[in-house]
């Protein structure tokens, strides 16, 4: 995976934690629901990234 994907990965988890605690703070449901999905989001994407380096790294 390159490097600017991995930022990317994880400047969106923690765009997601940003907005999860926001939405705790405020009670706002539909806040921390959507800071919840940018986690989960970038986790798939970090996860198909490594999937995909093992597959180039063992050619």
């Known amino acids: 995976?390159?490097?600017?994907d991995d930022?990317?990965?994880n400047m969106e988890e923690m765009?997601?934690?940003v907005k999860e605690g926001v939405g705790d703070a405020t009670d706002n449901e539909r806040l921390q629901a959507e800071g919840m999905a940018d986690?989960?989001?970038a986790k798939v994407k970090k996860a198909g990234d490594d999937i995909k380096?093992?597959?180039?790294?063992?050619r």
């Open 1 to 4: 995976m390159g490097t600017g």
């Open 7 to 9: 930022m990317k990965h």
């Open 15 to 17: 765009k997601g934690k």
């Open 39 to 41: 986690q989960a989001s």
């Open 53 to 58: 380096d093992a597959f180039t790294d063992d």
